[in-house]
């Protein structure tokens, strides 16, 4: 059965129709690109998926079980903007991430847990190179380091879906190509669904193993919003990759240990 | 060069910053001298020694009816109430704001309420507060009290609602529930724009709190002014006046640096 599957899914606002009948299996492990024209419902499609928004028609299953209707921890995200929270610095923004998972009365640790804590969020950092602006505020950070401090912190809450919306949109071409290394090599480590929406193709074509393009397919000039978007293309792409990654997902977990202490 | 693209220096802006002041303090001893040239015993514009012999006399000489020095026991009764007052406002609209900013069923609820009164004219019900709290110090705070907390409390959930919602999405995908979004990602940047909006604030809070004292106190920074005020005494009214301005400006000026001490992130600047 597949991970995620998109049932006759439609969302329009009013007589304004976003999206029309979706149907769509995502395997788990899958990178999904979404790309398409502006104003297509890639962003809506993953505000669903998200669960900031519920689908006027169809059901969207997430293991067999409908999609819980509010954000929660099993669909991480990064957003263009906003993504961490500004009154804390790098170190604490990924610490609150274990912490709102685990302490549901104060939404903190303290002593040995929070050493503990502070540990695992070093660690993740260092993973994402910034082991240097530890005790930075966002604010003070470049628009590429603030990216990865978001990646950083929805990777550590060990999400199974993780969702990006345009994460590197605002980043210079050189920036964003390191981004793209860091994002594959941590895919690479993790059985993580990827969905991300870009608006440039060859992100879209380098990143992912299965490339979705949004189009409508019905236009009614006197009336441009009685139709919505539909997924035209489904392109299966870079598949070496996914393959590698599910033959190293089926080797027992003391020969995985072993080989990450070896990279 | 266009005159809206002329940034004056450092400097200059100094000078500049000046001049009304010294214009002002100079049309002021000007006119005083030429009044008192005519008639020593004139009272409204005193001259700078008869101010400063009046201050001294509030100051430092012991009050023979009291044994204490009425000045300095006018601050503390005055400062006293604007702090208990403060205090009790700032939880109050930190609590309503933080709430009615984050539960949308709390806000349709209770929000029309708050708007309603934050139209109520806090003076027009001063008699009320008299009555029914008294004429001590009870009453004074609460003017202040019911005076401010409806701004300050709609400040803070209308700031509330323009946190941006990718944040508050963002903490529920990390497993926050809303309790813990409310106090750990909510209420810290609350906390920040309450010292702000406070700071604007000061002037209604001072605005009420003389009001208060003028009409019911037996000491005060407002009550002195309005005791005085029979006697024409504007060697002391004056003097108070700009103290009470210092006052003010000092508490703005302790916000201001409080502000940037305890929320550095806000300032736009790493640590």
């Known amino acids: 059965m597949s991970f995620i599957s998109f049932q006759n899914v439609w969302q329009r606002y009013g007589d304004h129709v976003v999206l029309e009948g979706i149907h769509l299996d995502i395997e788990a492990g899958a990178f999904c690109t979404l790309v398409g024209a502006s104003g297509c419902g890639k962003s809506t499609f993953l505000r669903l998926l998200l669960g900031q928004e519920s689908p006027s028609k169809g059901q969207i299953l997430l293991d067999g079980k409908p999609l819980s209707a509010e954000p929660d921890p099993s669909r991480g995200v990064v957003f263009q903007k906003y993504s961490v929270f500004p009154h804390l610095t790098v170190l604490e923004n990924v610490v609150i991430a274990l912490e709102l998972a685990a302490s549901p009365v104060w939404g903190r640790f303290w002593g040995e847990k929070k050493r503990a804590a502070r540990a695992q969020a070093t660690q993740m950092l260092t993973r994402v190179g910034l082991e240097h602006a530890l005790h930075q505020y966002p604010a003070s950070l470049s628009g590429g380091m603030q990216q990865r401090l978001a990646i950083a912190q929805a990777l550590i809450a060990k999400p199974r879906v993780l969702l990006l919306d345009e994460p590197f949109g605002a980043l210079d071409p050189g920036i964003r190509k390191d981004m793209h290394a860091l994002l594959l090599s941590l895919c690479q480590e993790s059985t993580l669904t990827v969905f991300m929406v870009t608006h440039d193709l060859a992100e879209g074509f380098h990143l992912g193993t299965r490339l979705l393009v949004f189009d409508k397919v019905r236009i009614d000039p006197h009336a441009p919003k009685a139709y919505g978007a539909k997924i035209t293309y489904d392109i299966q792409l870079n598949q070496d990759r996914q393959s590698q990654r599910a033959q190293v997902a089926t080797l027992p977990s003391h020969v995985l240990r072993s080989t990450e202490v070896e990279s | ?271």
């Open chain 2, 1 to 271: 060069m266009r005159l809206l693209n002329h940034q004056p220096q450092r400097s200059t802006s100094l000078l500049l910053a000046m001049i009304p002041f010294v214009l002002l303090a100079a049309i002021y001893l000007l006119n005083s001298s030429l009044r008192l040239a005519d008639n020593p015993e004139d009272k409204l514009l005193p001259s700078v020694a008869q101010m400063v012999e009046a201050t001294k006399q509030m100051a430092w000489v012991e009050d023979p009816a009291t044994g204490s020095y009425l000045m300095l026991e006018d601050t503390l009764a005055s400062l006293k109430r604007l702090g208990m007052s403060l205090a009790v406002v700032s939880i109050l609209g930190l609590v309503l704001g933080l709430v009615l900013g984050t539960i949308p069923l709390a806000s349709a609820t209770i929000s029309p309420l708050v708007a309603v009164f934050s139209m109520i004219p806090p003076l027009a019900i001063l008699p009320i507060l008299f009555i029914v709290f008294g004429l001590d110090e009870l009453s004074k705070v609460m003017l202040i009290v019911i005076g401010i907390t409806p701004m300050l409390a709609r400040d803070l959930e209308q700031r509330a609602r323009e946190l941006p919602k990718e944040v508050l999405i963002k903490a529920q995908t990390l497993g926050a529930n809303t309790w813990t979004v409310m106090i750990r990602v909510i209420l810290p940047q609350l906390v920040s724009r309450l010292i702000t909006s406070l700071r604007l604030l000061m002037g209604s809070a001072w605005l009420f709190l003389i009001s208060a004292e003028a009409i019911s106190a037996t000491e005060g920074l407002g009550y002195r002014i309005f005791l005085v005020r029979r006697y024409l005494s504007m060697d002391v009214i004056l003097p108070y006046v700009l103290w009470i301005t210092l006052l003010a400006w000092l508490t703005d000026y302790a916000l201001k640096k409080l502000h940037q001490c305890w929320f550095p992130w806000a300032e736009g600047a790493g640590r």
